[in-house]
């Protein structure tokens, strides 16, 4: 069974820097498209990153490109996001996420809330 576990989210202040984990179990994320998401109040769910399975390219929307950066432990079997100078928009439940084709899985989510 696979099982992805999220850590890392707390408070912070805008201009901040929180480190997100993820976990995995139940399966080797080197198969997977691993990626992070984030869900704001009222709001649908949306890509941040993501590296793709078998290479280390990670991807990144264009609202965190140059602030955010992803990374894969192949060895730890983890996947971590480093977010650097937060703003208040951007306060969310972070999830991480494994797909490969049509099959996904994700986390329960970490709470990033950034406020001053």
């Known amino acids: 069974q696979v099982q992805l576990i999220e850590s890392g989210g707390g408070l912070v202040h805008p201009g901040g820097s929180l480190n997100l984990s993820c976990v995995a179990s139940?399966?080797?994320?080197?198969?997977?498209?691993m990626g992070w998401f984030r869900q704001a109040p009222g709001k649908q769910r949306e890509l941040v990153a993501r590296?793709?399975?078998?290479?280390?390219?990670?991807n990144y929307s264009d609202s965190v490109r140059g602030r955010f950066t992803m990374t894969r432990d192949v060895a730890k079997n983890t996947v971590c996001l480093q977010m650097n100078n937060l703003e208040i928009g951007e306060t969310a439940i972070y999830y991480c996420?494994?797909?490969?084709?049509?099959?996904?899985?994700w986390g329960q989510g970490t709470q990033v809330t950034v406020s001053s």
């Open positions: 996420n494994a797909t490969f084709v049509s099959t996904k899985h």
């Open positions: 590296i793709v399975r078998k290479t280390d390219d990670a």
């Open positions: 139940g399966t080797l994320i080197y198969i997977w498209d």
